[in-house]
């Protein structure tokens, strides 16, 4: 059976495999300039130790997961306007469903955008990604003020829950106008009732469950 | 078409593992279905899990792997079968309990008429076409794009998770069954990583039994 199954199989193989090598999303050649280039990242790797940059005051202990470390990672935009340092810090699996870390040659990680769940009026587009993937990026938060729930309105009057990006802002800067929003965690996250945290925080308190149960929250955005 | 490649490729070195696989003649297994999700690697965000109410349901919650980009992914009904001997219809995903949108894969006997069980796919936006379509399985690969990986779902679906396909079976119906041995293609990644290509013995998910 297996040498039947090999017949029948093997041409389309083969083909899969030429086709495969013509492909043009193949890892990027290495760099040779001194000039370190920021590009998409092939992500960090579950389960292992990343490297990412932090700013030069953050307190890391070991073992800490870069989730943990959220609010002292230094935006890839701002890499090099503040004194910021290396860091090693744990990838578990949420860091991979909320953080887009962004890499350069030496493989330094650095923060380009986080994930979260906001309550919505619509279900919010997503944009087809310029890549041969054929996956679809998830919106920027801010670019559909509009469609968000707002605070001022009660979460059970939403229509919809929509993943979206935020960018995170460089720490201490001054705040953007914000708009406090409703957003979605697990049921089980330490956020409280009361709290308005910024929503590219949330991501921290994302702890995955197996129930899904979720709760809504506010944060400003 | 590059997801099309992705697609051959699964399921050209699937078949070639399963066809190869003897265990087969023990199980007695009819059918197996594999990872919908059209990628050669997918990760476990969450493992054997029942939280769609009404039924008695058993579904691992899927995305690509190290954290690409799964919103829009495409979605497809993945069946191996060893017998020509389905009829398989598509619906709506029941939102009697929660109001998540996705789509079931209806099974039935094709000779008698019994329904056997079905195969959920869930958070994904059906694809054009696709409900209320049905075909008569064959005893090779069946295939039907069921979808895409949404990005949004109705505020009566929990959703904490974001963007990912939640794959289930109807596990009250006795010949129906889900691979709870599953392998881990990557013991060093921090989840449970399926790879459609990369296991000879444990590449498929849910399996129906003979039933005759």
């Not at chain 1, 389309?12 to 920021?38: A, W």
Request: hydrophobic letters at 40%.
């Amino acid at each position: 059976m297996v040498v039947g199954a090999l017949r029948l199989f093997a041409p389309l193989l083969v083909g899969f495999l030429l086709i495969s090598c013509g492909d043009g999303d193949q890892q990027p050649s290495p760099q040779t300039s001194t000039t370190p280039e920021i590009e998409l990242s092939e992500n960090p790797v579950l389960g292992q130790d990343a490297l990412v940059w932090v700013y030069d005051d953050a307190s890391v202990e070991n073992g800490a997961t870069c989730l943990s470390l959220l609010d002292e990672l230094v935006p890839v935009t701002e890499r090099t306007k503040v004194e910021a340092k290396r860091a090693t810090c744990h990838v578990t699996g949420q860091e991979a469903l909320s953080l887009n870390f962004l890499s350069d040659s030496s493989q330094t990680l650095y923060i380009g955008s986080v994930q979260v769940i906001l309550l919505s009026d619509i279900a919010l587009p997503l944009a087809t990604l310029t890549s041969s993937s054929g996956a679809q990026e998830l919106p920027m938060c801010r670019d559909h003020l509009a469609n968000l729930h707002l605070s001022t309105r009660h979460p059970e009057e939403a229509l919809w829950r929509s993943a979206c990006m935020i960018l995170p802002p460089l720490k201490g800067a001054p705040l953007q106008t914000t708009q406090v929003v409703w957003a979605t965690v697990p049921e089980a996250s330490q956020v409280g009732p009361d709290e308005i945290l910024p929503c590219w925080l949330l991501p921290k308190y994302m702890e995955l469950s197996p129930s899904n149960d979720a709760k809504d929250v506010r944060c400003s955005l | 078409m590059s997801k099309v490649r992705t697609l051959l490729a699964a399921v050209v070195v699937s078949a070639l593992l399963l066809m190869g696989n003897g265990s087969r003649t023990s199980e007695a297994d009819t059918h197996r279905w594999i990872v919908g999700l059209a990628t050669t690697c997918a990760d476990v965000t969450t493992w054997w899990h029942s939280n769609e109410g009404e039924f008695d349901t058993d579904a691992l919650d899927l995305v690509l792997c190290n954290g690409a980009t799964t919103s829009g992914n495409q979605v497809w009904y993945q069946d191996y079968g060893y017998y020509a001997d389905l009829e398989v219809w598509f619906l709506n995903h029941d939102t009697a309990y929660t109001s998540c949108t996705g789509v079931q894969a209806e099974i039935y006997d094709e000779v008698n008429g019994w329904y056997l069980g079905g195969i959920h796919y869930v958070h994904i936006n059906a694809a054009a076409g696709v409900i209320g379509d049905s075909f008569v399985s064959s005893n090779n690969w069946n295939l039907e794009l069921v979808g895409t990986v949404a990005g949004s779902q109705p505020a009566g679906c929990p959703f904490p998770d974001g963007p990912h396909l939640h794959q289930s079976n109807r596990t009250e119906i006795w010949a129906l069954h889900n691979n709870s041995s599953l392998n881990d293609d990557d013991p060093g990644n921090a989840q449970v990583e399926v790879n459609p290509t990369g296991s000879t013995s444990s590449n498929w998910l849910h399996a129906l039994e003979q039933w005759w």
